[in-house]
């Protein structure tokens, strides 16, 4: 696992070439509680939603650790009742640069339980990253 002092490594991928990172030391402590105000908004491998109404936007950075560039694709297998899209749908990714991810999930139906998908980031060198998503969708 790679470490930075002024970095919390949350999570690195299957094939250590992405990192999800949170740059906790940059902000200023009112801004660092305005971006934690929800669990979603932690920038984790995973995304869970609880009570997912109507729509949320959040957002995950990644990193290259890797030394060589690489563009990766956006898929994303939706949970049930609920319609996902990814910002960029593609982006290149330089050796140690990052990228943020605006990832937005709209209701597409209430449901009684949990449903699960993933959003699939597929790299050039063969590399793939899987963020698995859980959602509970309450009301369109």
């Not at 669990?39 to 060589?68: E, H, Y």
């Not at 937005?104 to 009684?112: I, K, M, P």
Request: aromatic share 6%; charged share 15%; glycine share 2%.
């Amino acid at each position: 696992m790679i470490l930075e002092q002024d970095m919390k490594i949350t999570s690195v991928s299957c094939a250590l070439f992405l990192i999800l990172i949170q740059r906790k030391s940059e902000l200023p402590l009112e801004d660092l509680a305005a971006l934690f105000s929800n669990p979603s908004d932690l920038n984790q491998p995973s995304l869970t939603i609880t009570a997912l109404s109507g729509m949320r936007m959040t957002k995950r950075v990644v990193k290259n650790v890797a030394s060589k560039p690489e563009t990766y694709l956006c898929a994303v297998l939706p949970p049930e009742g609920v319609t996902v899209t990814v910002d960029p749908p593609w982006f290149t990714i330089a050796p140690q640069e990052s990228q943020s991810l605006e990832i937005r999930l709209y209701v597409t139906q209430a449901l009684d339980d949990f449903s699960f998908g993933e959003i699939v980031l597929t790299g050039s060198l063969n590399h793939i990253v899987r963020m698995p998503l859980s959602v509970l969708p309450i009301s369109v």
